[in-house]
């Protein structure tokens, strides 16, 4: 199997996995994918691949805005792979925990469709937006994190 197509895998294959998020939150295979990691180790399995086999993504510094510029152009495209799974893993993991989190507290859909939207596509904006939305509702983070 190509590397290409081990990365569309991974990077095609997240998104129904955010669509049950974003539109089937209730749903039972939803809670399921929720309720345990699964979707983002594996995503994480997929970068444990791709960091492996890279060449070249740990060359320059990561002390400087110019150095992680010089890290990203010297990388192959598996350096480039790796730190893309490596986004799509952290993203959705926090998805899944804002919609849990949202769920526990009792906030309605409604209010998190932009966040976790935000999350999939901006991901700490959509973090912002949840903890708005938290203030707004007056259901501060507390003994569910």
Known sequence: MSHETIFNFFNSGILLFWIFLLVFPKKAFTQKIIAYPWVPLG????????ISTATGIFSGDFY?????????????????????????????????????????????????????LCTFMLGPVGIILYTLVLLIQKKPFNKTI
């Open 43 to 50: 995503v994480a399995l997929g970068y444990v691949y791709f």
């Open 64 to 116: 400087s805005l110019n150095g992680l510029t010089e890290m990203f152009q010297n990388a192959t495209s598996r350096g480039v792979a790796a730190g893309w799974l490596h986004y799509l893993a952290f993203d959705f993991w926090v998805g899944c925990w804002i919609l849990k989190n949202s769920q526990e507290k009792g906030i309605k859909h409604s209010w998190m469709f932009l966040p976790l």
